[in-house]
């Protein structure tokens, strides 16, 4: 307890949001989709959550190729996360994604992911000669765009998140009680409209940087 209450309210959030993610999926795995019949019609209100998994399964085999079952559940984990995060003032939490120690966190984990596909598909050795490329002079530029990554992956989420809530406050104090009416319709565009699209940035570049350190023979995934 006394943990807890050493904790700020972004990090409770956090912690809040990810245990009831985890207990959601896995009470609707054992719960619903094992009693679910793969030969059988697809139920409706399960078309929402294969479209998210294909989505998300379709631009990293475009992306990633023959290792994309290596990657997709985490950049879908990541896209679910994001998403619940941003959106966390609906349910009257303190949003996660306006602490930058949250956005470091979730840049840092993102970053490891694309280091550790470089070594999964060159090897060790071929991971430190692509530093490498396109010739040696290039060494430091090569590492500082490395070093670099997660800093910009985490300021660019942070940045939206915070302008975002810059932009409501404004509104809020320039309006005063004539802003009552319309702020649901506010609160609606920044908390899930932008909060969509934050995700899709965060998660693409993320994907495309892991791309990036992979092996060209390697992107190409065939049935």
């Given at each position: 307890m006394t943990i807890l209450y050493s904790l700020n309210k972004p990090m409770l959030s956090t912690i809040i949001i990810t245990a009831v993610l985890?207990?959601?999926?896995?009470?609707?795995?054992f719960l619903a989709l094992r009693k679910i019949d793969p030969l059988k019609k697809t139920p409706k209100w399960l078309i929402p959550f294969l479209f998210i998994v294909d989505l998300i399964n379709v631009f990293v085999k475009d992306n990633i190729g023959v290792r994309w079952k290596t990657f997709a559940p985490w950049?879908?984990?990541?896209t679910i996360f994001i998403f619940f995060a941003n959106i966390s003032a609906v349910y009257l939490l303190e949003n996660p994604t306006s602490y930058i120690m949250?956005?470091?966190t979730l840049a840092m984990c993102s970053f490891f992911v694309i280091q550790g596909a470089g070594i999964l598909s060159n090897g060790g050795l071929g991971y430190l000669k692509s530093f490498l490329d396109p010739n040696p002079i290039m060494l430091p530029m090569n590492i500082i765009s490395d070093i670099s990554?997660?800093?910009?992956l985490c300021l660019?989420?942070?940045?939206?998140?915070?302008?975002g809530t810059a932009i409501t406050i404004l509104i809020k104090s320039s309006f005063g009680w004539l802003s009552v009416p319309i702020m649901p319709f506010i609160n609606l565009l920044f908390d899930i409209a932008f909060?969509?699209?934050q995700v899709a940035v965060f998660v693409?570049?993320?994907i495309i940087f892991t791309s990036m350190k992979i092996?060209?023979?390697e992107k190409i995934y065939s049935k």
């Open positions: 985890c207990v959601f999926f896995i009470l609707f795995y950049f879908l984990s990541l949250v956005t470091f990554l997660p800093i910009s660019r989420l942070f940045g939206n998140v915070i302008s909060s969509i699209i693409i570049l993320s092996k060209d023979e």
